[in-house]
Protein backbone atom coordinates (compact mmCIF):
# COMPACT_ATOMS: atom_id res chain seq x y z
CA UNK A 1 0.00 0.00 0.00
CA UNK A 2 1.48 3.01 -1.23
CA UNK A 3 2.19 5.72 2.24
CA UNK A 4 -0.58 7.82 2.39
CA UNK A 5 -0.59 11.23 5.29
CA UNK A 6 -3.85 11.96 6.19
CA UNK A 7 -5.39 15.44 7.97
CA UNK A 8 -8.78 15.11 8.76
CA UNK A 9 -9.96 18.47 10.46
CA UNK A 10 -6.99 19.39 12.27
CA UNK A 11 -6.91 22.15 15.13
CA UNK A 12 -4.05 23.26 17.17
CA UNK A 13 -3.86 25.50 19.48
CA UNK A 14 -0.99 26.96 22.08
CA UNK A 15 -1.08 29.14 24.99
CA UNK A 16 -4.44 30.13 23.98
CA UNK A 17 -3.68 30.95 20.72
CA UNK A 18 -5.42 28.99 17.42
CA UNK A 19 -2.37 28.36 14.94
CA UNK A 20 -4.66 25.45 12.96
CA UNK A 21 -8.25 25.58 12.57
CA UNK A 22 -10.40 22.46 10.74
CA UNK A 23 -7.22 21.68 7.84
CA UNK A 24 -8.18 18.63 6.26
CA UNK A 25 -5.35 17.85 3.27
CA UNK A 26 -3.82 14.37 2.22
CA UNK A 27 -0.60 14.10 0.54
CA UNK A 28 -0.02 10.34 -1.01
CA UNK A 29 3.25 9.16 -2.58
CA UNK A 30 3.42 10.47 -6.02
CA UNK A 31 1.94 13.63 -5.26
CA UNK A 32 4.11 17.09 -4.76
CA UNK A 33 2.56 19.47 -2.90
CA UNK A 34 3.48 22.98 -2.55
CA UNK A 35 2.20 24.50 0.87
CA UNK A 36 2.30 28.35 0.23
CA UNK A 37 1.21 31.21 3.15
CA UNK A 38 2.01 34.08 4.89
CA UNK A 39 4.33 34.12 7.99
CA UNK A 40 2.52 32.90 10.94
CA UNK A 41 0.44 31.27 8.39
CA UNK A 42 0.68 27.84 9.95
CA UNK A 43 2.95 25.85 7.60
CA UNK A 44 5.63 24.87 10.11
CA UNK A 45 2.77 24.04 12.30
CA UNK A 46 1.31 21.55 9.89
CA UNK A 47 4.26 19.53 9.68
CA UNK A 48 5.46 19.39 12.84
CA UNK A 49 1.88 17.95 14.13
CA UNK A 50 2.38 15.61 11.09
CA UNK A 51 5.05 14.38 12.62
CA UNK A 52 3.39 13.76 16.05
CA UNK A 53 5.34 16.68 18.32
CA UNK A 54 1.99 18.63 18.66
CA UNK A 55 -1.27 18.26 20.21
CA UNK A 56 -4.01 18.58 17.89
CA UNK A 57 -7.86 18.22 17.43
CA UNK A 58 -8.86 16.23 14.51
CA UNK A 59 -6.98 13.61 13.21
CA UNK A 60 -3.30 13.29 11.66
CA UNK A 61 -2.97 9.56 10.27
CA UNK A 62 -0.24 7.79 8.96
CA UNK A 63 -1.68 4.65 6.30
CA UNK A 64 -4.90 5.79 8.38
CA UNK A 65 -3.36 5.22 12.04
CA UNK A 66 -3.17 8.05 14.28
CA UNK A 67 0.43 9.53 13.82
CA UNK A 68 0.46 9.89 17.83
CA UNK A 69 0.01 6.14 18.38
CA UNK A 70 3.10 5.41 16.24
CA UNK A 71 7.04 4.46 17.24
CA UNK A 72 9.75 6.73 15.98
CA UNK A 73 11.34 3.73 14.18
CA UNK A 74 7.92 3.29 12.60
CA UNK A 75 7.57 7.36 11.87
CA UNK A 76 10.50 7.69 10.08
CA UNK A 77 10.04 4.42 8.05
CA UNK A 78 7.08 6.75 6.31
CA UNK A 79 7.63 10.31 7.06
CA UNK A 80 11.16 12.40 6.64
CA UNK A 81 11.43 16.16 7.71
CA UNK A 82 13.70 18.90 6.62
CA UNK A 83 13.71 21.51 9.19
CA UNK A 84 14.37 25.30 8.04
CA UNK A 85 17.01 25.09 9.92
CA UNK A 86 19.56 21.67 11.56
CA UNK A 87 20.85 22.90 13.97
CA UNK A 88 23.90 20.92 16.00
CA UNK A 89 26.04 22.02 18.39
CA UNK A 90 27.59 18.81 19.26
CA UNK A 91 30.89 18.07 17.55
CA UNK A 92 29.94 15.80 15.14
CA UNK A 93 31.20 14.99 12.09
CA UNK A 94 28.77 15.14 8.51
CA UNK A 95 29.58 11.14 7.91
CA UNK A 96 28.21 10.34 11.16
CA UNK A 97 25.25 12.80 11.46
CA UNK A 98 23.98 11.62 7.70
CA UNK A 99 24.37 8.33 8.94
CA UNK A 100 22.84 8.65 12.09
CA UNK A 101 19.31 9.31 10.27
CA UNK A 102 19.29 5.72 9.31
CA UNK A 103 18.72 4.73 12.71
CA UNK A 104 15.09 2.91 11.91
CA UNK A 105 17.65 0.51 9.73
CA UNK A 106 18.64 -2.97 11.37
CA UNK A 107 21.98 -2.67 9.39
CA UNK A 108 25.86 -2.89 10.19
CA UNK A 109 27.79 0.83 10.25
CA UNK A 110 29.65 -0.54 7.18
CA UNK A 111 26.24 -0.28 5.21
CA UNK A 112 25.02 2.95 7.39
CA UNK A 113 28.38 4.69 6.39
CA UNK A 114 27.81 3.29 2.14
CA UNK A 115 24.00 4.82 2.22
CA UNK A 116 25.56 7.94 3.94
CA UNK A 117 28.46 8.09 1.18
CA UNK A 118 25.95 7.94 -1.20
CA UNK A 119 23.10 10.05 0.20
CA UNK A 120 25.79 13.30 0.30
CA UNK A 121 26.50 12.22 -3.20
CA UNK A 122 23.43 13.09 -4.15
CA UNK A 123 22.89 16.76 -2.39
CA UNK A 124 26.21 17.30 -3.84
CA UNK A 125 27.63 17.77 -0.24
CA UNK A 126 30.24 14.94 -0.17
CA UNK A 127 32.88 17.88 -0.32
CA UNK A 128 32.42 17.55 3.85
CA UNK A 129 32.13 14.21 4.65
CA UNK A 130 35.29 14.54 7.00
CA UNK A 131 34.28 17.92 8.36
CA UNK A 132 32.15 19.03 11.68
CA UNK A 133 29.10 19.61 11.31
CA UNK A 134 28.76 22.71 13.35
CA UNK A 135 31.70 24.47 11.38
CA UNK A 136 29.86 24.58 8.16
CA UNK A 137 27.99 27.75 7.26
CA UNK A 138 24.41 27.91 6.80
CA UNK A 139 23.54 26.81 3.52
CA UNK A 140 26.57 24.11 4.21
CA UNK A 141 24.54 22.83 6.73
CA UNK A 142 21.49 22.44 4.42
CA UNK A 143 22.65 20.45 1.78
CA UNK A 144 24.17 17.92 4.92
CA UNK A 145 20.56 17.84 6.18
CA UNK A 146 19.59 17.02 2.81
CA UNK A 147 21.41 14.05 2.51
CA UNK A 148 20.28 13.26 6.04
CA UNK A 149 16.89 12.99 4.60
CA UNK A 150 17.64 11.15 1.50
CA UNK A 151 19.65 9.04 3.90
CA UNK A 152 16.44 7.94 5.77
CA UNK A 153 15.08 6.69 2.97
CA UNK A 154 11.51 7.20 3.39
CA UNK A 155 8.55 7.51 1.17
CA UNK A 156 6.83 10.90 2.51
CA UNK A 157 9.14 13.86 2.74
CA UNK A 158 8.13 17.12 4.45
CA UNK A 159 10.29 20.13 3.83
CA UNK A 160 10.40 22.97 5.72
CA UNK A 161 11.44 26.23 3.19
CA UNK A 162 14.43 23.66 1.93
CA UNK A 163 15.88 26.22 -0.05
CA UNK A 164 17.08 28.05 2.82
CA UNK A 165 20.42 29.29 3.15
CA UNK A 166 21.45 28.62 -0.44
CA UNK A 167 22.41 30.37 -3.49
CA UNK A 168 20.50 30.74 -6.70
CA UNK A 169 22.20 27.54 -8.31
CA UNK A 170 21.94 25.26 -5.47
CA UNK A 171 18.00 26.54 -4.62
CA UNK A 172 17.45 25.14 -8.79
CA UNK A 173 19.47 21.95 -8.18
CA UNK A 174 17.51 21.20 -4.92
CA UNK A 175 14.40 21.66 -6.50
CA UNK A 176 15.34 19.83 -9.43
CA UNK A 177 16.86 16.74 -7.12
CA UNK A 178 13.22 16.67 -5.30
CA UNK A 179 11.53 16.54 -8.64
CA UNK A 180 13.46 13.07 -9.38
CA UNK A 181 12.85 11.83 -5.91
CA UNK A 182 8.84 12.58 -6.41
CA UNK A 183 8.91 11.67 -9.99
CA UNK A 184 10.24 8.49 -8.97
CA UNK A 185 7.52 8.01 -6.34
CA UNK A 186 8.26 9.89 -3.40
CA UNK A 187 5.19 11.62 -1.69
CA UNK A 188 6.55 16.01 -1.07
CA UNK A 189 4.82 18.33 1.02
CA UNK A 190 7.11 21.05 0.11
CA UNK A 191 6.56 24.90 1.87
CA UNK A 192 8.02 27.58 0.08
CA UNK A 193 8.30 31.36 -0.18
CA UNK A 194 8.84 31.11 -4.12
CA UNK A 195 5.91 29.54 -5.82
CA UNK A 196 9.05 29.73 -8.87
CA UNK A 197 11.06 27.48 -7.75
CA UNK A 198 8.57 24.88 -8.32
CA UNK A 199 9.18 25.40 -12.11
CA UNK A 200 12.19 23.29 -11.49
CA UNK A 201 10.78 20.00 -10.27
CA UNK A 202 9.40 18.97 -13.88
CA UNK A 203 6.01 18.55 -14.96
CA UNK A 204 4.49 21.65 -13.23
CA UNK A 205 1.14 20.75 -14.75
CA UNK A 206 0.75 18.13 -11.89
CA UNK A 207 1.88 19.76 -8.89
CA UNK A 208 -0.30 20.91 -6.46
CA UNK A 209 -0.53 23.86 -4.72
CA UNK A 210 -2.33 24.50 -1.34
CA UNK A 211 -2.95 28.11 0.13
CA UNK A 212 -2.61 28.32 4.28
CA UNK A 213 -3.42 31.72 6.11
CA UNK A 214 -4.58 32.25 9.24
CA UNK A 215 -4.41 28.38 10.26
CA UNK A 216 -7.13 27.59 7.59
CA UNK A 217 -6.75 26.12 4.08
CA UNK A 218 -7.49 29.02 1.46
CA UNK A 219 -7.26 26.82 -1.79
CA UNK A 220 -6.08 23.58 -3.22
CA UNK A 221 -5.01 23.95 -6.95
CA UNK A 222 -2.34 23.35 -9.57
CA UNK A 223 0.17 24.88 -10.45
CA UNK A 224 -1.31 25.71 -13.91
CA UNK A 225 -4.21 26.99 -12.50
CA UNK A 226 -4.85 29.95 -14.72
CA UNK A 227 -6.42 31.37 -11.69
CA UNK A 228 -3.42 30.79 -9.05
CA UNK A 229 -1.72 34.68 -9.37
CA UNK A 230 -5.57 35.64 -8.38
CA UNK A 231 -5.21 32.82 -5.60
CA UNK A 232 -1.54 34.18 -4.51
CA UNK A 233 -2.69 37.66 -4.63
CA UNK A 234 -5.48 37.29 -1.82
CA UNK A 235 -3.49 34.69 0.00
CA UNK A 236 -0.88 37.50 0.11
CA UNK A 237 -2.68 40.66 -0.03
CA UNK A 238 -0.75 42.10 -3.30
CA UNK A 239 -1.16 41.71 -6.72
CA UNK A 240 0.79 39.20 -8.55
CA UNK A 241 1.41 39.35 -12.57
CA UNK A 242 2.21 36.37 -14.43
CA UNK A 243 5.00 36.45 -17.06
CA UNK A 244 6.52 34.39 -19.70
CA UNK A 245 10.21 33.42 -18.89
CA UNK A 246 11.28 31.09 -21.78
CA UNK A 247 8.74 27.86 -21.80
CA UNK A 248 7.93 28.95 -18.30
CA UNK A 249 5.57 30.66 -16.62
CA UNK A 250 6.67 33.00 -13.59
CA UNK A 251 4.24 35.08 -11.17
CA UNK A 252 5.57 38.12 -9.92
CA UNK A 253 4.28 40.82 -7.52
CA UNK A 254 2.92 43.88 -9.21
CA UNK A 255 4.47 47.02 -9.60
CA UNK A 256 2.02 48.17 -6.79
CA UNK A 257 2.34 45.76 -4.64
Not at 195 to 224: K, M
Amino acid sequence: MAAELTFDRVGVEISGKRLLQDVSLRVCEGEFVALLGPNGAGKTTLIRAALGLLPTSGEVLLNGTPVRQIGGRGRAGLLAWLPQQALVTEALSVLDFVAGARFRFSESRHNAEAAAHDALRQAGAEVFTDRIVSTLSGGEQQRVAVAALLAQEAPLLLLDEPANHLDPAHQISLYRLFGELWRAGRGVLCISHDVNLLNHVGDAATVRVVGLAQGRVQFDTRYTDESLPVRLGELFGIRFESAQAGSRRVLLPGADA
